[in-house]
């Protein structure tokens, strides 16, 4: 039996701001952000928008009344929480109908928290081959203005539909991971904004995967023939770029070719919204579907998750028969287009707004007119709505 992702789709924020003129603004050379950086342009939240109204817009498009029947289990990584106890999925399962039948819970580690979730989900399915899992990523990247991760931010959630037969990815089962306790990123408790050491978290992410790299092909007894990509978690694209080039000498020269021009058709959307931390390898997956040429039927495609902390895994898929017939590209680049560009002004100003709680209530109603917003807090509790 074959398991794996069934549908697949992602949601952003509908407003962005243009890392040209963040660039200016901070009086960098434009350059750096969209060449050194390998960034465009990056999606900001508004106050009422957070890790749950994000999950549940994309769920929202992967979803339909007869599908949802089947889902007995939500999961939600993020590292972006609303609350310190209760998972995003209660929230979620509400607001998009899921049936009672459905274990919900969050799962916290980095950028792997997705990940994890997929592993889970796989497991689930495997034992029981009649029923469905809902994996959702969803953050908001978020450094901190005029800091050097201040490019590398960006928001949005990542749905996939987890069953067996599935139309997209099959998963192959053949996962090589490994952990460490790494001070290269994390947020306290008590802090707003990610701590990064940005220079040595690339060098961990690097050793990581060459690490797991070499453990894969030692495990599975194949070799990168066998492989026709390697996706990346992409907190920005010129990351996952270093790290494909570290296996330069791993390969011969006309598949890396082949490998650095496929890897280019899976940044594309991460450049234009920027990194979504858990969701950025499977934005990297919708992505590469959707922009890559000469994509064939069984074609085994290599993904690299990796979650600050630091934990990482590399595993595979195989392309499903009609994959593209599932996808969305016409829908995701006029949503893409539609965006509002928010002057570097506006960005700032949105940015800095607090939510005010003033004897446990605070009221905002809904500022996008999109689906799913955070209304209000009530006796210090969260309240979402939808349209
Ligand atoms: N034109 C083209 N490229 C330029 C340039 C210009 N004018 N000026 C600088 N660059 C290049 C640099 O050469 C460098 O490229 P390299 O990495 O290939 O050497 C790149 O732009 C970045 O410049 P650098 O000086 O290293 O940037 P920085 O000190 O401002 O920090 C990060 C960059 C990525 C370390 C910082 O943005 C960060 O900390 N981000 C968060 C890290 C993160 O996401 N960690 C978690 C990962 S899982």
Redesign the pocket.
């Known amino acids: 039996m074959n398991i794996g992702i069934d549908r697949i789709d992602f949601y952003t924020p509908n407003q962005y701001v243009d890392l040209v003129d963040l660039a200016k603004r901070r009086d960098?050379?434009?350059?750096?952000?969209?060449?050194?950086?390998g960034q465009e342009k990056m999606g900001l939240p508004l106050i009422s928008q957070d890790a749950v109204t994000m999950a549940a817009m994309a769920a929202d498009k992967i979803l339909d009344e007869a599908t949802k029947k089947d889902i007995e289990l939500l999961i939600i990584g993020t590292e972006s929480g609303v609350d310190e106890s209760k998972a995003a999925s209660l929230f979620v399962r509400d607001l998009i109908g899921l049936p009672k039948t459905v274990r919900a819970f969050e799962i916290k580690e980095?950028?792997y928290g997705a990940t994890a979730g997929i592993q889970m989900a796989y497991n689930f399915v495997a034992q029981n081959p009649e029923k469905s899992a809902l994996v959702i990523s969803s953050d908001i990247?978020r450094?901190g203005l005029n800091?050097?991760?201040?490019?590398?931010q960006g928001a949005g959630a990542v749905a996939m539909l987890i069953k067996a037969e599935p139309k997209i990815l099959a998963l192959q089962n053949d996962s090589v991971f490994m952990s460490e306790n790494v001070g290269?990123?994390w947020r306290p408790t008590f802090s707003k904004y990610?701590f990064?050491?940005?220079?040595f978290?690339?060098e961990?992410?690097i050793r990581f995967f060459d690490e797991l790299y070499d453990a894969y092909f030692e495990k599975n007894n194949t070799t990168i023939d066998d492989l026709s990509a390697i996706l990346f978690?992409i907190?920005?694209s010129?990351?996952g770029k270093?790290a494909l080039q570290s296996v330069e000498n791993k390969v011969d020269e006309a598949k890396y070719h082949e490998l650095m021009q496929r890897y280019e058709s899976s940044i594309l959307l991460s450049k234009s919204i920027g990194?979504l931390?858990t969701g950025s390898l499977y934005l990297g997956l919708i992505s590469y579907l959707e922009n890559a040429e000469d994509l064939k039927t069984d074609d085994q495609i290599m993904l690299f998750s990796?979650?600050?902390g630091?934990m990482g895994e590399i595993f595979t898929g195989k392309l499903q028969p009609g994959y593209k017939e599932n996808l969305n590209q016409e829908q995701h680049l006029k949503e893409l287009a539609e965006r509002r560009k928010l002057s570097v002004d506006e960005y700032e100003t949105e940015f800095k707004k607090e939510i005010e709680i003033v004897d446990g209530d605070w009221f905002i109603g809904n500022l996008t007119n999109e689906k799913y917003y955070l209304e209000q807090i009530k006796e210090n509790e969260r309240i979402y709505k939808s349209l």
């Not at 960098?28 to 950086?37: A, L, N, R």
């Not at 800091?147 to 590398?152: A, I, K, L, R």
């Not at 990064?196 to 220079?199: D, E």
Request: with cysteine; hydrophobic share 30%.
């Open positions: 960098v050379d434009p350059d750096k952000f969209t060449i050194g950086i980095a950028c990247a450094y800091t050097p991760g201040e490019v590398t290269d990123f990610a990064a050491r940005g220079k978290s690339n961990v992410y978690h907190p920005y010129k990351m270093k990194n931390y990796y979650g600050s630091s």
